[in-house]
Every structure is written in C-alpha cells, then in structure tokens.
C-alpha cells in the first residue's frame, strides 16, 4: 500500500528563518510527486510537480527537490504570507490505473 | 479562466438528511475527483471519473453515497441519509488526462 508522511506536522518559523519540509513516501511505480499550498477554508493550491529523482522547481522562495524516498520543500526567507499547510501527493500505477495518495500536511506558521 | 467550481460552499443539515453538492471542473478537463478532507488531514479519494465513467469508486461508501457525471462535464455527490461522521470538507478535482489536479474551494458539511 502506497504510504505518504510529512514531517514536522507543524512547523514555526520567525520572517527570514529559512527552512525545509520532508515528505517522504513508498510507493511503486511513482509517476509524478506534487507539492499544494492550502489556506485556512480553501482548497488545495498546486505548486510544483517533479518526475525522477534529482529533479528540483523553483517558484519565489520555494524550491522543491525529489530522491528515490523523498522530497523536500526548502522555504528560503520565509514571511508571513507563507503562512499554510503544505500538502505532499504522489502519484503511482495501481491496479491498471492511476491513483494519487495525499499526506496529512505540515503546518507552516511565519512570524513577523 | 475559471476555476473549479464548487456549490454550495457550507451546509448544515441534520443527521439522516440528504444532501448534494455540485461540481463544474475546468473547461477541457476530462477527468474528475471527489475528495473528503478531515479537519488535520490530507484528501482522501472517494471517487474518480474518466469522462463519464467512474474509474476508481474503491473508497466510496456506496451504501450512502452517491454520485454521477452526467454528459463528463458536470457532477454531482449525494450522501442519504447523512451521518454525524460525515462533517467534513469536499473537494472537487479536475485534470486533463490525470496530470495534475487542480481543486475547488470545497463544500465544509455539517451535520448535526
């Protein structure tokens, strides 16, 4: 069975402490992990999308890098807007068709 | 462009009720997904839809739930009757070809 986990489930960081999120999974046959930024009483917001071990995406102050086990999402000076829960999914073959399988999140609070 | 488009956006109904909620995926977006998300943590699939067929229904409790998509465009989710338990967020999603899935705002349901 395809297993997603995040760590820390939440993490407090002071504007301008820059640090990483793991989310690591076990899966077979990964077809693609994404990343999504969630705000309080919204809908999952996708952000990046990485295929093969040593790729990495960048957008702002996000980068986002994948191993055969894991993926990291690093968070560079980080502010108060990049207050949410961040969201790991990958996407595997199982039983003849795709399915995605979601971790539980990591909560990320920025301090002014 | 638009969005996915999620109504209603809260209801509250009591237990034994019935209840529906209203899916518009992206224009072009052939397949679709009904997710459930508990307060802490990720989505979980409850059904998955490539054009009008359901693909993937493993995790939808089909004693009480219902859903269709009628023309592949459109969808709609029923729970009857509802269930104290089933408080939670649904959220719709769409992609094109199982690529990435982009989310609505979700319906948070109540139920008491």
């Known amino acids: 069975e395809d297993q997603v986990t995040q760590s820390p489930e939440a993490l407090r960081l002071q504007e301008g402490e820059s640090s990483s999120l793991n989310c690591s999974y076990t899966?077979?046959?990964?077809?693609?992990l994404f990343w999504y930024r969630q705000d309080p009483g919204k809908g999952p917001e996708f952000l990046f999308t990485l295929y093969s071990a040593g790729e990495e995406k960048e957008k702002e102050r996000l980068k986002a890098t994948l191993t055969k086990k894991e993926s990291f999402l690093h968070i560079t000076a980080p502010k108060p807007e990049d207050s949410a829960t961040y969201l790991c999914?990958?996407?595997?073959?199982?039983?003849?068709?795709?399915?995605?399988?979601f971790g539980t999140g990591t909560k990320l609070q920025v301090i002014p | 462009e638009a969005g996915v488009v999620q109504s209603p956006r809260y209801k509250i109904i009591e237990k034994k009720q019935p209840v529906a909620f209203w899916c518009n995926p992206i224009?072009?977006?052939?397949?679709l997904y009904w997710y459930l998300q508990n307060l802490g943590q990720g989505p979980e699939l409850l059904i998955r839809y490539e054009n009008e067929e359901a693909v993937d229904d493993s995790q939808l409790p089909k004693d009480r739930f219902s859903a269709e998509r009628l023309k592949g465009v459109d969808s709609t989710l029923k729970i009857q009757p509802a269930e104290l338990g089933d408080s939670a967020v649904y959220l719709c999603a769409s992609s094109f070809g199982g690529a990435v899935a982009f989310f609505g705002q979700g319906t948070r349901l109540t139920v008491v």
């Open positions: 224009s072009g977006h052939n397949t």
């Open positions: 899966v077979s046959g990964l077809r693609g």
């Open positions: 999914a990958v996407q595997a073959f199982a039983g003849g068709y795709q399915k995605v399988t």
